[in-house]
């Protein structure tokens, strides 16, 4: 078969292919291909190897790229982020550091809250403008896919526009989003008193939501003062029943028992997870729920990391995310996540790289689609200015992005944006 694309001289290869998720000691196995090609036909990978076995696929319209001995992944994906939003929290951030917690701020009506106001009076275009400024960063980070949430309307016109900007910045945009509805974020002060009239009102939008075909998703932020593992567990049951795929925010702050209900519902991933129990990982493990760890929030707000050392002995596939929000993650930078991967949560560069590419894939059910270097899979991948993984973790707070490429064309050069739109 002729190519369109071939990229040749790879040093290392790391195609981060498995059978399922990475899981336990296997987290640590990357399968590397040195002095590597890969050739790209239709947006798809259509052969991978060694050497210059791609001859026969040359022909005249074929591009030839040299990576110049240096390693290529996979498309990076962020499997956890607030992405579309109005304003931002700097105001609260010296509020912060002198001690006053994320939680106490938000019963203050200030945190989440102050950014729902944010983006109640922002226009779509303003929204839009915004996120798309966003994603151009991850994008130049080496991120080719992203979960984005809603979560800042609470009712449910501006959850739809937020949606609404997401789907618009999928269609536009070179990186693919998937849309998750989070309106179990936070409860608005006039329902302080009275959550399961809140409740019944997200019920509702939900079954709107879903008929609009505005989210894969459904998320609920479980913890304390916010919903609780009760509260969580019913709204999250009938957003299986109305045909959503489940996430849950777990465990960030208190250890309350969200793990144990990600496991007892079947959440494709539980996320944060600071302060999960030892027998909720373990049920996590049992179910296979994906442990989706965002150790920049961990950073942000100066709180202890998950354990994801003992997620890993115990079995559990480990993701990692950025985050990105307002209030305890204002960066785009999943390479810094990946960092404190190893700095942070104690992984090794392999465990992490996992994390950030197959396992990461199936927190968003697309492992058949993205994930790893394999031939049939999106023709998305990165050629970092590194000639191995340890130094992508090791050199940190920098961007190692050389050139990225989303569906086989190029989206990223010399570390800035160059797609056309
Ligand atoms: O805006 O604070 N944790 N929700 C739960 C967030 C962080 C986003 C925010
Ligand atoms: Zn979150």
Redesign the pocket.
Known sequence: MIADLIIKNIGKLATCKSNGTKSGKDMNNIEIIENAYISIKDGKFISIGSKDDYYNMIGEKTEVVDANGLLVTPGLIDSHT?LVHGGSRENEFYKKLLGVSYIDILKQGG??LS?VNATKISTKDELYNKAKKSLDRMLEFGVTTVESKSGYGLELDTEIKQLEVAKELNHNHPIDLVHTYLGA?AIPLEYRENHDEFISKILEDMNKIKELDLAEFCDV?CEDSVFSVEESEFILKKAKDCGYKLKI?AD?IVSLGGAELSAKLGCISADHLMAASEDGIKMMAKENVVANILPSTSFNLNKSYANARKMIDLGVSVAISSDY????CPSENLQFAMQLGCLGLKMTPNEVLNAVTINASYCIDRQYEIGSIEVGKKADFVIFDSTNIEYLMYHFGINHVDRVYKGGKLVVKDKHVCYNN
């Open positions: 607030h945190g989440i950014t974020h932020f925010h960030e929000n307002p209030g305890s």
